[in-house]
Nanobody
Framework: VRLVESGGGMVQPGGSLRLSCAAS????????MKWARQAPGKGPEWVAT????????TYADSVKGRFTISRDNAKSTVYLQMNSLKPEDTALYYC?????RGQGTQVAVSS
């Protein structure tokens, strides 16, 4: 199983970023996928989940209405569209399949 995130960076408050997670080593379309994050000095926080078919999504209250999780099973990739970013969204973002996670991509929101 391999999960590789990309798309992080530095953005001003109110800005947007789109994160990608390319998966390999398993049948991607068979599994729900999650995004989680860990801010400096804090524990991990679940952000969003999408089911295997992409028809059902759930979000943490802290990101609901601002973030959108989606997937392309033909490309074995899961995405996280992040809009209206806030400084408190600053964190290392990573995707997960069951107990496996990628190395993450850093997001920094600052003016």
């Amino acid at each position: 199983v391999r999960l590789v995130e990309s798309g992080g960076g530095m953005v001003q408050p109110g800005g947007s970023l789109r994160l990608s997670c390319a998966a390999s080593g398993f049948i991607f379309s068979n599994y729900a996928m999650k995004w989680a994050r860990q801010a400096p000095g804090k524990g991990p926080e679940w952000v969003a989940t999408i089911n295997s078919g992409g028809t059902s999504t759930t979000y943490a209250d802290s990101v609901k209405g601002r973030f959108t999780i989606s997937r392309d099973n033909a490309k074995s990739t899961v995405y996280l569209q992040m809009n209206s970013l806030k400084p408190e969204d600053t964190a290392l973002y990573y995707c997960m399949r069951l107990g496996t996670r990628g190395q993450g991509t850093q997001v920094a929101v600052s003016s």
